[in-house]
Protein backbone atom coordinates (compact mmCIF):
# COMPACT_ATOMS: atom_id res chain seq x y z
CA UNK A 1 0.00 0.00 0.00
CA UNK A 2 1.18 3.65 -0.76
CA UNK A 3 0.19 6.96 1.34
CA UNK A 4 0.59 9.78 -0.86
CA UNK A 5 0.84 13.66 0.79
CA UNK A 6 0.72 16.47 -2.05
CA UNK A 7 2.12 20.18 -1.36
CA UNK A 8 3.15 23.19 -3.14
CA UNK A 9 0.05 24.22 -3.67
CA UNK A 10 -1.46 28.15 -3.68
CA UNK A 11 -2.19 31.23 -5.28
CA UNK A 12 -0.35 32.50 -7.85
CA UNK A 13 -1.35 35.07 -10.96
CA UNK A 14 -1.88 34.38 -14.44
CA UNK A 15 1.19 33.56 -15.77
CA UNK A 16 2.87 32.43 -13.12
CA UNK A 17 4.67 28.89 -12.06
CA UNK A 18 4.04 26.59 -8.88
CA UNK A 19 5.84 23.21 -8.16
CA UNK A 20 3.68 20.74 -6.70
CA UNK A 21 5.19 17.79 -4.57
CA UNK A 22 3.95 14.33 -3.68
CA UNK A 23 5.63 12.45 -1.00
CA UNK A 24 4.95 8.52 -0.79
CA UNK A 25 5.33 6.22 2.04
CA UNK A 26 6.11 2.50 1.22
CA UNK A 27 9.28 0.86 0.02
CA UNK A 28 7.28 -0.16 -3.72
CA UNK A 29 6.60 3.65 -4.43
CA UNK A 30 9.49 3.12 -6.97
CA UNK A 31 7.70 0.55 -8.83
CA UNK A 32 4.36 2.50 -9.38
CA UNK A 33 3.51 4.48 -12.48
CA UNK A 34 2.87 8.00 -11.24
CA UNK A 35 0.13 11.06 -12.00
CA UNK A 36 -1.39 14.04 -11.30
CA UNK A 37 -5.16 14.72 -11.65
CA UNK A 38 -7.00 17.85 -11.33
CA UNK A 39 -10.20 19.04 -10.70
CA UNK A 40 -12.14 22.61 -10.62
CA UNK A 41 -15.58 22.56 -9.17
CA UNK A 42 -18.47 21.80 -11.12
CA UNK A 43 -16.54 19.56 -13.38
CA UNK A 44 -14.78 15.80 -13.55
CA UNK A 45 -11.52 15.01 -12.67
CA UNK A 46 -9.06 15.25 -15.44
CA UNK A 47 -5.88 13.61 -16.16
CA UNK A 48 -2.81 15.90 -16.16
CA UNK A 49 0.47 14.36 -16.44
CA UNK A 50 1.84 10.88 -15.47
CA UNK A 51 5.60 9.42 -15.09
CA UNK A 52 6.49 5.51 -15.77
CA UNK A 53 8.15 3.63 -12.71
CA UNK A 54 11.74 4.95 -13.78
CA UNK A 55 11.23 7.67 -15.53
CA UNK A 56 11.76 6.42 -19.13
CA UNK A 57 8.33 8.17 -20.18
CA UNK A 58 5.83 10.85 -19.50
CA UNK A 59 2.68 11.70 -20.60
CA UNK A 60 0.86 14.79 -20.69
CA UNK A 61 -2.77 16.00 -21.81
CA UNK A 62 -2.79 18.15 -24.78
CA UNK A 63 -4.09 21.37 -22.46
CA UNK A 64 -0.80 20.75 -20.78
CA UNK A 65 2.25 19.73 -22.88
CA UNK A 66 4.84 22.34 -23.11
CA UNK A 67 3.44 24.09 -19.80
CA UNK A 68 3.64 21.28 -16.59
CA UNK A 69 6.61 18.95 -16.64
CA UNK A 70 6.40 15.67 -14.72
CA UNK A 71 9.50 14.44 -12.78
CA UNK A 72 10.14 12.14 -9.76
CA UNK A 73 12.95 11.18 -7.60
CA UNK A 74 12.92 7.40 -6.23
CA UNK A 75 15.25 8.27 -3.61
CA UNK A 76 13.10 10.79 -2.30
CA UNK A 77 9.73 8.54 -2.68
CA UNK A 78 8.48 11.78 -4.41
CA UNK A 79 6.75 13.66 -7.67
CA UNK A 80 7.13 16.85 -8.76
CA UNK A 81 5.03 18.85 -11.22
CA UNK A 82 6.57 21.80 -12.38
CA UNK A 83 3.63 24.27 -14.03
CA UNK A 84 4.83 27.25 -15.83
CA UNK A 85 2.68 30.02 -17.57
CA UNK A 86 -0.27 29.66 -15.60
CA UNK A 87 -3.98 30.37 -16.40
CA UNK A 88 -7.05 30.65 -14.77
CA UNK A 89 -8.41 27.56 -16.09
CA UNK A 90 -5.79 25.94 -14.36
CA UNK A 91 -7.08 26.78 -10.66
CA UNK A 92 -8.41 23.42 -8.83
CA UNK A 93 -7.75 20.70 -6.67
CA UNK A 94 -4.18 18.48 -8.09
CA UNK A 95 -4.11 15.24 -6.90
CA UNK A 96 -1.45 12.72 -6.66
CA UNK A 97 -1.75 8.85 -7.56
CA UNK A 98 -0.14 5.73 -7.80
CA UNK A 99 -1.03 3.10 -10.25
CA UNK A 100 0.59 -0.18 -11.45
CA UNK A 101 0.52 1.35 -15.21
CA UNK A 102 -0.89 4.50 -16.95
CA UNK A 103 -4.32 2.61 -18.17
CA UNK A 104 -4.96 1.78 -14.09
CA UNK A 105 -4.17 5.29 -13.08
CA UNK A 106 -6.27 6.35 -16.57
CA UNK A 107 -9.10 4.02 -15.26
CA UNK A 108 -9.06 4.99 -11.77
CA UNK A 109 -9.60 1.85 -9.91
CA UNK A 110 -9.59 0.23 -7.13
CA UNK A 111 -6.04 -0.28 -7.28
CA UNK A 112 -4.96 3.46 -7.63
CA UNK A 113 -3.83 5.21 -4.50
CA UNK A 114 -4.76 8.84 -4.24
CA UNK A 115 -3.30 11.69 -1.72
CA UNK A 116 -5.61 14.05 -0.53
CA UNK A 117 -5.03 16.82 -3.00
CA UNK A 118 -3.61 20.29 -3.06
CA UNK A 119 -5.25 23.57 -3.94
CA UNK A 120 -4.16 25.33 -6.56
CA UNK A 121 -5.70 29.07 -7.78
CA UNK A 122 -4.59 31.24 -10.70
CA UNK A 123 -5.89 34.37 -10.85
CA UNK A 124 -6.60 36.44 -13.49
Known amino acids: QVQLVESGGGLVQAGGSLRLSCAASGRTFSTYTMGWFRQAPGKEREFVAAIAWDGSNTYYADSMKGRFTISRDNAKNTVYLQMNSLKPEDTAVYYC?????????????????WGQGTQVTVSS
Open 97 to 113: AAGASLVRLRLGGKDVY
